[in-house]
C-alpha cells in the first residue's frame, strides 16, 4: 500500500515532496500506533529529522518484532 496516494501523478508528486499523507484508508485499521509512529518517522520531509537504521532497530514497534524475527533466522 503506497503511503502517497492520488490518482493525478502530478498531485501525488505534490504529496511526497510536501510528506502529506494519512493513515485514513481501511487497511491502516489493523495497524498499531506504534508501527504508524515508525512509518511516520521514516517519512519525514526534513532528511535529517528521518530516523537512521540504528534508531529504526531501537524502535519500540522493531523491539516486540525482535524475538520472533530472531527465532525465525535461527
Known amino acids: 500500500y503506497p503511503p502517497f496516494y492520488h490518482e493525478n501523478t502530478t498531485h501525488k508528486h505534490i504529496l511526497v515532496l510536501r510528506a502529506q499523507y494519512d493513515f485514513n484508508d481501511p487497511v491502516w485499521g489493523p495497524v498499531s500506533e506504534s508501527a504508524k509512529n515508525l512509518v511516520q518517522s521514516l517519512l ?28 525465525v533466522i535461527s
Request: hydrophobic letters at 45%.
Open 44 to 71: 519525514r520531509k526534513e532528511p535529517t529529522a528521518r530516523l537512521t537504521a540504528s534508531d529504526v532497530l531501537d524502535h519500540p514497534w522493531v523491539s516486540l518484532l525482535e524475538p520472533h524475527i530472531v527465532a
